[in-house]
């Protein structure tokens, strides 16, 4: 019997996809889940609703709630984190705060002043499951899918002393977009991405044997729905010669190019979506939504709406992943985990994200040797501003937050040095109720030896 943690399990939609993706594989059946969260509702609605799942199929699987991360762990097989921490309220900080100096995000959970206050606050809960882990549950996986992944995933290796891998879909996604531009089958497509998280870059592309890179382009800017879209993602394919993984409001905010201007941001954004990349376009999709799963529940639960049924698996890494490491049934993704020279144009010790096969022998990463130039420098400018920032959370360096920010592409497009200092002040004020390694204690982390 697997014992699966879900640290923030109150995400009740991912929480349900991930349970039913890995009880669909016959053999996890009778698993035991842990869910844990700090949101006593929400922990209520995501048990209630995946026991009514687990009962409507007869199936012999159990789930234990609990507000304990330390009991939620003990034992534990497998760790999964979805944690958002500072929910929407400090959401809201990360977007509103840079937009008043004109930093204008889109989501602002990945890099930028957005993305670097999240992996300052969320970092520190990764350590403590960390914690838990080496001292309750020292064999186990952490599969992480909270964002920043790039910093954060980094900063556990650093300082966890656990096995750990990050896990995204934007390649998954991105290979559909492809195969629909292509007008081809999607499992006919074979492909290689490689990258940080993120900025990933279709390097390899191919059908029946030919590749098909070239084609992407002109498959894109003929196909009128994707066009209209994706401009910025097809701007970029354009100049660089590689499709990024990246939604096309994710990646404008990454590059200094395509929001520093106001009159010429609407240009590269499909307006009306967070996709698309509208100025907080994620933030105001979250807050739309509301009350929606609340809405929602008492409809799940007595089969007005229809619950995610048994087989109908998604294309999210983790139960493939904890399927071929429990028996051996090969399984092929693009994970993100450390450089040790898999990717030579990057450095060292980054997150990068890359495909992998794992078996019952764990998670086997693949050579990919040199990314193309300016693929790498893109890579390389936000590996800059990541490092910085997970040395800062480490330590409790201010100073050090505010040189990350500083060179953060699209920041240093739109703010002076000055301003730049000030919007951190402003961010560290109002944040501070998640940051305890900047709020006067002596809470930093030492570097802990990461296990064989």
């Not at 669909?24 to 609703?49: C, G, S």
């Not at 279709?202 to 994706?230: N, W, Y």
């Not at 229809?306 to 992943?321: A, C, K, M, V």
Request: charged letters at 20%; aromatic letters at 8%; proline letters at 5%.
């Amino acid at each position: 019997m697997l014992k699966i943690a879900m640290i923030g399990a109150g995400s009740i939609g991912f929480t349900r996809r991930l349970v039913m993706d890995i009880l669909a594989v016959e053999e996890f059946r009778n698993a035991q889940f842990r869910f844990m969260d700090i949101d006593e509702e929400n922990l209520r609605m995501a048990t209630n609703l995946c026991r009514h799942m687990i009962e409507s199929h007869s199936l012999p699987a159990t789930i234990v709630p609990t507000t304990n991360q330390r009991e939620a762990i003990a034992g534990a097989d497998y760790v999964f984190c979805t944690a958002r921490v500072g929910g929407l309220e400090a959401f809201r900080h990360d977007i509103e705060i840079p937009l008043r100096y004109g930093v204008d995000q889109c989501v602002g959970d990945t890099l930028g002043p957005g993305g670097v206050f999240f992996a300052l606050r969320t970092i520190p809960v990764l350590l403590d499951i960390a914690r838990d882990m080496r001292e309750t549950a020292p064999n186990a996986l952490l599969l992480n899918y909270s964002n920043p992944m790039a910093m954060n995933t980094w900063a556990v290796r650093r300082a966890g002393g656990i096995r750990v891998v990050g896990l995204c879909h934007g390649v998954q996604h991105s290979h559909s977009l492809i195969a629909k531009a292509l007008g081809l089958p999607k499992a006919e497509v074979d492909y290689t991405a490689a990258g940080i998280n993120h900025q990933t870059w279709f390097v390899q592309v191919s059908h029946k044997g030919r590749s098909v890179l070239q084609d992407i382009l002109p498959a894109m800017e003929k196909h009128t729905d994707i066009a209209a879209k994706e401009p910025c993602r097809i701007d970029v394919l354009r100049r660089f010669g590689y499709f990024s993984t990246e939604s096309n409001g994710h990646l404008s905010e990454y590059l200094p190019w395509y929001r520093k201007l106001p009159e010429q941001t609407a240009k590269w954004i499909y307006p009306d979506t967070w996709i698309g990349g509208e100025t907080g376009g994620y933030l105001n999709h979250c807050l739309s939504r509301g009350d929606e799963y609340k809405e929602n529940y008492p409809k799940w639960l007595n089969g007005e709406l229809e619950s995610i049924r048994l087989g109908e698996r998604s294309e999210e890494h983790g139960s493939y992943i904890l399927e071929a490491l429990e028996t051996g049934r090969v399984y092929r993704g693009h994970f993100n985990i450390e450089n040790r020279g898999l990717i030579t144009n990057l450095p060292d010790e980054c997150t990068i994200e890359i495909p992998c096969y794992v078996n019952r022998n764990g998670i086997q990463p693949t050579f990919v040797g040199a990314l193309p130039l300016a693929c790498a420098a893109t890579c390389r400018a936000s590996i800059s501003v990541q490092e910085m920032a997970v040395e800062a959370a480490l330590t409790g360096n201010r100073e050090l937050v505010k040189q990350a920010i500083l060179h953060d592409p699209l920041t240093a497009a739109v703010c002076t040095t000055e301003q730049v200092w000030r919007m951190c002040d402003d961010m560290f004020e109002a944040l501070s109720p998640w940051l305890p390694q900047f709020n006067g204690g002596s809470r930093t982390w030492n570097d802990i030896p990461q296990p064989v």
